[in-house]
């Protein structure tokens, strides 16, 4: 049986792609985020059928917001993006969406191959 398709979201992108106040409690908005992205693993996204492997990937002040049933977190020791990258290179036989907009990270995980989508698919 292949492997779920893999989908990894870059947590401070996501966050900061809606100005709600984020910035006062950093863990409490990757933690909403990581509530929003729970049905998704069952449910899949637009055009991706579930089930799917989710993995927030946090940094910085968001630092030990922990996994849930349906969403890994992995938290970066230095870079989000660096993290996200070493994910993506783990896994080069598998489907793959990194969820964020940042044109950087874009292209450097697009090189591995991966897709990419932006936060409004996770966060409408």
């Not at 055009?47 to 890994?72: F, I, K």
């Amino acid at each position: 049986m292949d492997a779920a398709p893999l989908v990894i979201v870059d947590a401070a992108n996501v966050v900061g792609s809606v100005p709600d106040g984020w910035w006062r409690d950093r863990r409490g908005a990757a933690e909403r985020v990581r509530d929003l992205l729970v049905p998704y693993a069952d449910e899949g996204l637009p055009g991706r059928p579930g089930p799917l492997e989710l993995v927030l990937v946090v940094e910085g002040g968001a630092r030990g917001v922990t996994s849930v049933p349906g969403v890994r977190v992995e938290a970066a020791p230095g870079s989000g993006d660096d993290r996200i990258v070493e994910l993506v290179a783990e896994h080069p036989d598998r489907a793959r969406l990194v969820v964020t907009a940042d044109r950087e990270l874009r292209r450097r995980v697009g090189e591995l191959g991966a897709e990419v989508t932006g936060p409004r698919t996770v966060r409408p």
